[in-house]
């Protein structure tokens, strides 16, 4: 006798099987989904907070630059400051600055101020007094004419910007020219820059829109730390600037203070108030005042869209599952129940009992099959006579059980035996269930062997994902290691850049001083051309006198001729006289004596007269040429003075062009390590994917071997000879 056949194992496993391979698949679908949308959400974030610091921080810089420190420096230059500042008293500055002071709405405060940093005069809107300015302001030998500063004292009872140049009279610092600017003006830049991208326009105030659960906790903000962790400015805290001495939002403080203990910038994740927050943030300083720069994003409402997402594919795939789970059961019963029916028929036809029938529902296969046994039971009870009709009916009964026990085993190769009695109808449509049967067996084969193929190129395209990102993070390690030592040569560059300034600067300095000293030649070789001048016309006035004294040489010449010719007259007329002529001829002797002497130095004074002229006449012609090299040289000492001082403002440009070049040089490593810092966070989160990937592999193994399984049993059937 045949056994008691069900078909409740076949249906479980199946409905099992194709269940948890259903859900398996949905599942890795849908976290290999959400991870790499999870990951690429927050990378878009931190580059986003990232982009904003760097704008911020550009803007910053612009702002302290703006026109104020044009409009104080042409104050600077007005003759009413420089005298005020030179007498140290307020003799019509006070009146000036207040119609400056209404000029310029910017400013909040005008004042003059000595060497000492004492205040000479001033004019203000405020109600606060100025701080000791020597705390605030560098020492006053260090300024220098035609630059304007600026200094920000941030405290809770004076916040403001001290913008500040000297005042100089001849080039020489006699005062300094003040003006403040109010610190609360920061904030609207911060919210400006922080609140801009591509789906938020720039806001200066946040309290009009986030309030309630939009609130900006819920949400995200821009924070402003000094180096003390006192919370300069912050949206969260009001629409003003917060200065004060108690450390407010000490637990944010804290935590980015330790990650930015050996950097300059940090992004990562922290905890305020119980709730994480993805953050980024940079040390950056104004002048002397280094600040804590830094936005933070709520990571709930980061990812808020993306666990939406998740639940909604969560939702839809346990609906998806419940809902093949009630079709399979509802179909399966449906189509395995009538067998079990006819089964259980068999087993008591098989007792002896033919009054029982099968229940024949609908037109498929099944339901022919039942009519057809019940059929064969009418027509076995209708025309049983004899024993022998019943033996011979009960063992074709019996064969037929067996076969269908062997095709409730599994075993769908079987074959009823079709005669041409009662039982011919119901083995035939026994047969045509079986083939079926195997139709449907094959088809579920066929799918199964999809996905075990399927299965192993998800392994396989997992597998490639994960050596993908291995390579990534090699290339990004090396990308890393270049990153530094270009990070280094940028900090090289920029050292020797700063040299090249102080060198290029002491050439500046050493110019100027060669210029002041060639400006002393000129003026030293003007005074020798002056002099030589001068001493030419003198030389020229004694050759022309020494010709003077040569004419009066000349008349004496002829007065001794004309006397030693009287000389000889008288002697000759002494001689004539006789005895009483001697003592006129001695006389006249004597006359003849002296004019022969008056005559021989009349001569030597003639010959010395001429030896004067000529040695007169060559100093004329030296002193001349003298003159004309003095008028050569100073026409070459001042072209050496141009070019000196071409080379002077060539220099002062070059210095100019050295430090843009060493601060583009500053900018750029401090970019370089911005980029570094990127590189180490995709690192991560390639390490990251890399082990999120193997556990996928390990998913996807445990799934390949559950559809092994599922072939396996599928397998349990048996379709082929």
């Known amino acids: 006798m045949a056994q008691k056949v069900s078909g409740k194992s076949i249906i479980t496993k199946f409905i099992f099987f194709a269940i948890l391979i259903i859900f398996l698949a949905s599942f890795i679908s849908g976290y290999i989904i959400y991870y790499q949308s999870k990951q690429k959400q927050i990378a878009s974030v931190y580059d986003d907070l990232a982009t904003r610091i760097l704008t911020f921080q550009d803007s910053i810089v612009k702002t302290k630059d703006l026109p104020l420190k044009d409009k104080i420096l042409m104050m600077a230059s007005s003759p009413i400051f420089i005298e005020d500042a030179a007498q140290k008293k307020d003799t019509g500055s006070g009146a000036l600055f207040k119609k400056r002071l209404n000029m310029t709405p910017e400013f909040e405060l005008l004042a003059l101020a000595g060497l000492d940093y004492k205040v000479i005069s001033s004019v203000s809107r405020i109600q606060q007094q100025l701080p000791d300015l020597q705390e605030i302001l560098i020492d006053i030998d260090t300024l220098k004419p035609g630059v304007a500063y600026v200094e920000p004292y941030l405290t809770k009872d004076f916040p403001y910007f001290v913008y500040y140049t000297p005042v100089v009279k001849d080039n020489v610092v006699k005062g300094v020219l003040i003006a ?20 938020h326009k720039a806001e200066t105030t946040c309290s009009s829109c986030h309030t309630g659960e939009k609130s900006l906790e819920n949400v995200g903000f821009p924070m402003i730390f000094d180096k003390d962790g006192v919370l300069l400015i912050s949206p969260i805290h009001g629409d003003k600037s917060l200065v004060g001495e108690e450390k407010q939002f000490k637990e944010i403080y804290d935590q980015i203070k330790a990650k930015l203990a050996n950097t300059d910038k940090y992004e990562g994740e922290i905890t305020y108030k119980g709730k994480e ?132 085993d599994g075993d769908l190769t079987v074959q009823a035996e079709v005669t041409a009695d009662e039982l011919g109808s119901v083995a035939d449509a026994f047969n045509m269930m079986t083939e079926n049967m195997r139709s449907l067996i094959n088809d579920i084969k066929t799918a199964g062997s999809s996905i075990v193929d399927a299965t192993e190129k998800l392994l396989l395209s997992a597998e490639q994902t994960s050596k993908g990102a291995q390579i990534q993070i090699d290339e990004l390690k090396d990308a890393d290691s270049r990153i530094e030592r270009f990070k280094e040569l940028s900090i090289k560059l920029n050292e020797m850049a700063q040299k ?38 003198k030389v020229k006035a004694l050759g022309e006198k020494s010709l003077a004294i040569g004419d009066i040489t000349g008349v004496i010449s002829d007065i001794s001729n004309q006397t030693n010719i009287l000389a000889l007259n008288a002697a000759i007329e002494a001689a004539r006289a006789g005895e009483y002529g001697q003592g006129f001829s001695v006389v006249a002797d004597e006359i003849r004596k002296l004019a022969e002497r008056s005559s021989k130095a ?48 060539v220099l002062i440009s070059s210095s100019d062009a050295v430090s843009e070049m060493a601060e583009g040089i500053a900018t750029q490593a401090k970019e370089a390590e911005s980029v570094a810092e990127t590189i180490k966070h995709v690192r991560e989160i390639s390490e990251k994917t890399v082990e999120d990937v193997k556990n996928t592999n390990r998913i996807i193994a445990t799934l390949s071997q559950l559809s092994e399984m599922f072939k396996e049993a599928v397998d349990k059937f048996k379709v082929e000879k």
């Open 277 to 408: 927050f993805i953050c980024s943030f940079a040390k950056f300083e104004i002048n002397r005042l280094p600040m804590l720069i830094g936005m933070l994003k709520n990571k709930n409402y980061v990812l808020a869209t993306i666990e939406r997402g998740r639940f909604l594919s969560i939702t839809i795939t346990a609906a998806l599952v419940l809902i093949i789970i009630l079709f399979s059961i509802i179909y399966l019963r449906k189509t395995l129940s009538p067998l079990k029916e006819l089964s259980v028929t068999m087993e008591k036809v098989m007792e002896g009992n033919y009054d029982v029938r099968a229940k024949a529902e609908g037109d498929d296969e099944f339901g022919q099959l039942s009519k057809g046994f019940n059929e064969m039971l009418d027509r076995i009870t209708k025309y049983i006579q004899t024993q022998e009709d019943v033996d011979r009916m009960q063992k074709q009964v019996i064969a037929l059980l067996e076969v269908v026990s062997n095709a409730a």
């Open 602 to 649: 009349t001569k030597e004074i003639a010959d010395l007269i001429k030896s004067i002229q000529c040695e007169t006449a060559e100093t004329v012609k030296l002193v001349e040429e003298s003159t004309v090299n003095i008028e050569v040289s100073s026409g070459i000492i001042e072209k050496t003075g141009d070019s000196i001082k071409n080379i002077n403002t």
């Open 180 to 199: 403040l600017v109010d610190g609360h003006k920061l904030l609207v830049n911060v919210n400006s820059v922080f609140t801009r991208h591509k789906y």
């Open 500 to 537: 090249t300034v102080e060198i290029i600067k002491d050439a500046s300095i050493n110019a100027s001083k060669s210029l002041e000293l060639l400006d002393n030649t000129v003026d030293a070789m003007f005074n020798v051309k002056r002099f030589s001048q001068m001493a030419s016309k």
